[in-house]
DNA sequence: CTACAAAGGTTTGATGTCAAACAAAAAGGA
DNA sequence: TCCTTTTTGTTTGACATCAAACCTTTGTAG
């Protein structure tokens, strides 16, 4: 549904991201994983342990999108999950010594996404662009 | 996987977009659709018949997608495919009275989406986010 | 004309995604 | 204490999505 250019915009570059980060997942051979992944082992790297609720909101998927995601890192051997002691209802989700071993990886692959985006815009232009998705995001 | 503060905003941009679009399309009643078969059917009001080679193209999505979108589309339906005479490989798309019949609801949603994107941006502004993501995009 | 390659679509299998229903634990109120 | 509500997370069912394999029809080289 792209009425408005804008709107078609913004969903073509989200596309072309999207397919960038997940051919370079694969390049890595990390395992066969979307930008979800990603991004739930960015924030890991950034907050360190983190409950399933804290993660469903900074990743912005359903919570029960979320178990499986979760799930399949597991598997994968890149974090694991542990009741927390005190409030047992909660899970908390925390990187093995695999996943943190896979940091340079991701930081290799946010550095070209950067690159990529910054190609062809100056920096300023990039700060006005940051600023009108901003102005549209927040109001919403 | 948000690393840049601008992959991380088109994303959100981007989803806050699709829910809007899918919970319009909830509101009206029309069937559970998705952003994808707004495309097509925006396609169609706008190209009349097409090949599903033709849509594929247009809403950028696999062919292997596309088949199972327009099917919905004619169980619902709101368009019917027929194999071109001349090419017995192609199947044609085309609009049902009652998808017609549709028109002024994708219309109206347009235009609520772009009333809601120019709520807290001006023409102006608009203007040099269209350009900005265009050079983001052309040259990716 | 025949064989091979290319093009247009569908099928299959795997998986991400959401909504709704569910289960278990904690919190709060009487 | 006991009951109700809220919170945290999983399960289930439906479906969009893609990649790879496949089928059918065209196009093409010899």
Do not use: C
Not at 94 to 100: D, E, H, I, M, N
């Amino acid at each position: 549904m792209k009425p408005d250019n804008l709107a078609y915009l913004i969903s073509v570059a989200r596309e072309k991201m999207s397919r960038f980060i997940v051919s370079e997942l694969q390049r890595h051979k990390i395992g066969k994983l979307v930008p979800s992944h990603g991004d739930i082992l960015m924030a890991l790297y950034q907050h360190g342990s983190l409950p399933m609720k804290d993660l469903v909101r900074m990743i912005r998927k359903d919570k029960s999108t979320v178990t499986p995601l979760v799930e399949k890192l597991i598997n994968l051997g890149y974090v694991d999950k542990n009741q927390d002691e005190q409030d047992l209802r909660i899970k908390k989700i925390a990187l093995t010594f695999k996943g943190r071993s896979l940091r340079p990886i991701f930081d290799e692959i946010s550095e070209k996404l950067y690159q990529r985006i910054y190609k062809n815009i100056s920096v300023e232009e990039g700060k006005t662009l940051r600023l009108l998705l901003e102005k549209i995001i927040a109001h919403w």
